[in-house]
């Protein structure tokens, strides 16, 4: 689809671990750019930076030097109650391991970004239902994870993810605990998003085939970028 | 918001019902042993003042023999003069402000009737003592002055005597035997029950004194002078006046020490209470340590709490919970957890004292004050060792949290 305006900005961003001898970059003066509305793969083997830039994108990290800004905000130098409140508003997370609340049921899971927002009780039981339709998983509001499989516990996720109706959605390997077709599900649905709802989605992954869904591939090594390019369009 | 988190700690406290149960255990054990104390001793208190109102109020009470020192009682070596019937009337013809003076001297005697026996308090008195001990009789009359004087065989009887001798029946008019004398009971004494010395205050005979200095004691002693204060003097000023009489009666010089000791029944009533309340306060200091020991055990748990939920903690950062809204979800449980077992430590302590209550034969006291105490303090213990680890899961960095196993 078309991209919009830009939505995330990497200027020289660099992000080092430990001190003098033992000083490790995991991301070394990163240039990046992403537009509203994109669907970006980041793909990369371990240790590239792929996972930190992932953190510094969903602001749970920030840069140790360079400009991460986000929206035109500079979220890089913002403290973590305010990249908190960032994150509640614009940002939503699915994770390789779906992280949803044990022994809590999937509408209430789905309600959790809402309490911290504030919303009403009532109000967030309508928005969990919305965003659980929009998942498909009518009929299982009241199944907690342990009742659920891979593919549906992921879709939970998602829906948490989107009951806040935010601009990105950080996705960590989604579909790295899932069999082959549970993967393809979970991808058509981040699409599907994607494109209904021109969600910016920025996804880690380390499957090509998983990359294919997106339009963008963006490659790491050694904390650097070593490639971005447009996907060819897939069937 | 906080509706919602205590809904949420409820919700997480049900989850683990047998490891909250076991953080409870220690507030429990701690809340009960705090009100059982308090109640139990409070209760006591009562009692001890009760009992020695019994023995009767405004009441000094005279015997011969030194006044206790700080060494306790005089040495043995002392020869004791006892109290004559001339310290009596030196009390009756110049004391002001008592209501009644009588002489008392008792024995423990064997008292007989038909086959039955009983080895009783037999008491050797006046007609002005029911005045002075502020007894009363249930029926019959008391010793007249006639009988007083000239030491007549006549006898009150307590309800002890009256149960052991004649059942249900009417005591009144039989005749029993005191050692080798025998004497008419002319009245039955209303039943006072046990002192809080387990003392039995109805297994007593009264009869006259000189019936019982003639036929029971063999001298012309008198063992105690119970003097009664009236309405409008107090025991303390009452005391001197005593002291002057007798030391004039046995013509004392001021260089000497009285030979008799005076004894101030309202400040023994007010030693004991302050004793007992005293005790209270240490039994419930003792108590409130192992509260402190269930605090510790709730800041224990907690911490394992928040280690365990690291992950659940990372979530919530994540998707947007600030550091106030993880601190308040763990102190609010930790708060509820203990102000649960505050709660249920406070009917297990008053289950407790009313069990004592019963079988110690003492009034069951609970203090609103005390047990509204106890929920504040309890709800304060799970916030104060709350508070570290609810601040050691606010402060964890979302990125290590969520990658926590």
């Known amino acids: ?235 | 918001m906080i509706w919602e988190t205590v809904r949420l700690s409820l919700r997480s406290i049900r989850r683990n019902v047998l490891r909250s149960f076991l953080t409870l255990l220690g507030i429990v054990i701690g809340v009960a042993a705090v009100i059982a104390m308090l109640t139990i001793g409070s209760g006591t208190t009562e009692k001890v003042k009760a009992d020695i109102s019994k023995l009767g109020s405004n009441l000094l009470v005279v015997r011969s023999g030194r006044p206790a020192g700080p060494g306790g009682p005089g040495g043995l070596d002392q020869v004791v003069r006892p109290l004559a019937e001339k310290d009596l009337a030196a009390l009756v013809a110049h004391l002001t402000g008592a209501r009644a003076i009588s002489p008392a001297s008792q024995k423990q005697v064997r008292v007989i009737f038909g086959t039955e026996s009983l080895t009783s308090g037999v008491t050797g008195t006046d007609s002005a003592y029911l005045d002075a001990r502020d007894w009363k009789l249930v029926s019959g009359r008391p010793f007249s002055d006639s009988e007083t004087r000239s030491g007549t065989g006549v006898c009150l009887i307590g309800e002890t005597v009256r149960q052991q001798f004649f059942g249900a029946g009417d005591p009144e008019g039989e005749i029993i035997r005191v050692n080798r004398t025998s004497c008419k009971i002319i009245g039955l004494l209303e039943p006072k029950g046990y002192t809080g010395f387990g003392q039995d205050q109805d297994n007593v005979v009264l009869m006259p004194l000189h019936a019982y200095q003639r036929r029971i004691a063999g001298n012309r002693d008198i063992d105690n002078i119970y003097i009664a204060a009236d309405d409008t003097t107090p025991t303390s000023e009452l005391q001197p006046r005593v002291e002057d009489i007798l030391r004039d009666a046995g013509r004392i010089t001021p260089d000497r020490e009285s030979d008799f000791a005076i004894r101030d029944m309202t400040q023994i009533a007010d030693a004991m209470a302050s004793a007992t309340t005293t005790m209270t306060g240490m039994l419930g200091a003792v108590a409130g340590v192992s509260l402190l020991v269930g605090g510790i055990g709730i800041m224990n748990i907690m911490l394992v709490s928040v280690t365990e939920r690291t992950r659940e903690i990372g979530i919530r950062l994540a998707i947007g919970a600030h550091e106030k809204h993880i601190l308040i979800q763990f102190l609010v449980e930790a708060t509820v957890l203990s102000l649960l077992g505050g709660i249920i430590g406070i009917l297990i302590g008053l289950a407790l004292a009313g069990l004592a209550s019963v079988t110690l034969t003492i009034p069951f006291a609970p203090s609103p004050a005390v047990i509204l105490l106890a929920v504040g303090f309890s709800a304060l213990i799970g916030m104060v060792f709350g508070f570290f680890p609810a601040l050691r899961g606010a402060r964890l960095d979302p990125i290590d949290a969520l990658r926590h196993e």
């Not at chain 1, 990046?32 to 793969?41: D, K, M, T, Y």
């Not at chain 1, 009929?139 to 806040?164: D, K, W, Y």
């Open chain 1, 1 to 235: 689809m078309a991209a919009g305006a830009t939505l995330i900005t990497f200027d020289k961003v660099w992000k080092s671990y430990g001190q003098g001898e033992a000083k490790v970059h995991a991301l070394a003066g990163v240039d990046l750019a992403i537009r509203r509305g994109e669907f970006v793969a980041i793909m990369g083997p371990s240790g590239s930076g792929k996972s930190t830039a992932m953190n510094i994108i969903g602001c749970l990290d920030t840069p140790t030097a360079g400009t991460y800004s986000f929206m035109g905000i500079d979220a890089g130098r913002l403290d973590r109650n305010r990249r908190a409140m960032l994150r509640n508003l614009y940002v939503g997370f699915v994770f390789q391991g779906y992280n949803l609340l044990a022994r809590t049921t999937a509408a209430e899971n789905v309600e959790l970004p809402l309490i911290y927002r504030g919303v009403a009780a009532r109000e967030r039981r309508d928005l969990a239902m919305q965003a659980l339709a929009q998942v498909g998983l009518v009929g299982r509001e009241h199944h907690t994870p342990a009742e659920l499989s891979g593919g549906q516990q992921q879709r939970v996720a998602i829906a948490r993810a989107i009951v806040t109706r935010p601009t990105l959605l950080v996705a960590d390997e989604p579909t790295g605990n899932l069999d082959t077709a549970r993967t393809h599900e979970i991808m058509e649905l981040l699409t599907q998003l994607n494109t209904k709802l021109g969600l910016t989605i920025a996804m880690v992954t380390h499957e090509a085939d998983v990359a294919g869904y997106a339009e963008r591939t963006i490659r790491f090594i050694d904390g650097h970028v070593a490639s971005d390019s447009k996907n060819l369009e897939v069937a």
